[in-house]
T-cell receptor, first 116, second 112 residues
Framework: ETGVTQTPRHLVMGMTNKKSLKCEQHLGHNAMYWYKQSAKKPLELMFV???????ENNSVPSRFSPECPNSSHLFLHLHTLQPEDSALYLCASSQGLAGATSDTQYFGPGTRLTVL | SQQGEEDPQALSIQEGENATMNCSYKTSINNLQWYRQNSGRGLVHLIL?????REKHSGRLRVTLDTSKKSSSLLITASRAADTASYFC????????????FGIGTKLQVIP
């Protein structure tokens, strides 16, 4: 266990549904990340939060809406998704301290999302 | 893009053999990390090497970094069936909180 949990582990939703993915980290980290992993493609960074502030939005469509209420929790709200959004969604966290020489990310197990 | 690109994309070896995976990147980096991912699971951090380091060891893992060639290699010695996984390199451009960029990965299969 890496100290990062994600729920649900599997999710099947229709294109008109609204659902949310949840990530929680128990490591005392300050930075949290959402990644999308599709088959045969590099891991795509979607959003980054540092000290609850969004610092990166990697041109993600508005049908994905992140929320970071505190440094331990990160959500990804989904609505009106497309079948091509089906993928493994990974959450990660890191210390996120300015001035540090490196910053290792710790990943959750992911949510396997299928959009019908 | 500083994206790392792993090579080969797939590798199949017998248990006990050594496995070598390579990573190339395009821009200057502060550090390079290797991660492992078992099928359908999250990534697990293996080892980090800084730009001023040339080689690093961790158990059966050996990582080298050649900043002049913008490349890194991961060697797994005496492979085991449990090493079967995908391996990714991730490049970081600056220290501290940073955006790291992952490659497509090398899928390693270790045959018992």
């Amino acid at each position: 266990e890496t100290g990062v949990t994600q729920t649900p582990r599997h999710l099947v939703m229709g294109m008109t549904n609204k659902k949310s993915l949840k990530c929680e980290q128990h490591l005392g980290h300050n930075a949290m990340y959402w990644y999308k992993q599709s088959a045969k493609k590099p891991l795509e960074l979607m959003f980054v939060y540092n000290f609850k502030e969004q610092t990166e939005n990697n041109s993600v469509p508005s049908r994905f809406s992140p929320e970071c209420p505190n440094s331990s929790h990160l959500f990804l709200h989904l609505h009106t998704l497309q079948p091509e959004d089906s993928a493994l969604y990974l959450c990660a966290s890191s210390q996120g301290l300015a001035g540090a020489t490196s910053d290792t990310q710790y990943f959750g197990p992911g949510t396997r999302l299928t959009v019908l | 893009s500083q994206q790392g690109e792993e090579d080969p994309q797939a590798l199949s070896i017998q248990e006990g053999e050594n496995a070598t995976m390579n990573c190339s990147y395009k821009t200057s980096i502060n550090n390079l990390q290797w991660y492992r991912q078992n099928s359908g699971r999250g990534l697990v951090h293996l080892i980090l090497i800084r730009s001023n380091e040339r080689e690093k060891h961790s158990g059966r893992l050996r990582v080298t970094l050649d900043t002049s060639k913008k490349s890194s290699s991961l060697l797994i010695t005496a492979s085991r069936a449990a090493d079967t996984a995908s391996y990714f390199c991730a490049t970081g451009k600056s220290g501290g909180y940073q955006k790291v960029t992952f490659g497509i990965g090398t899928k390693l299969q270790v045959i018992p």
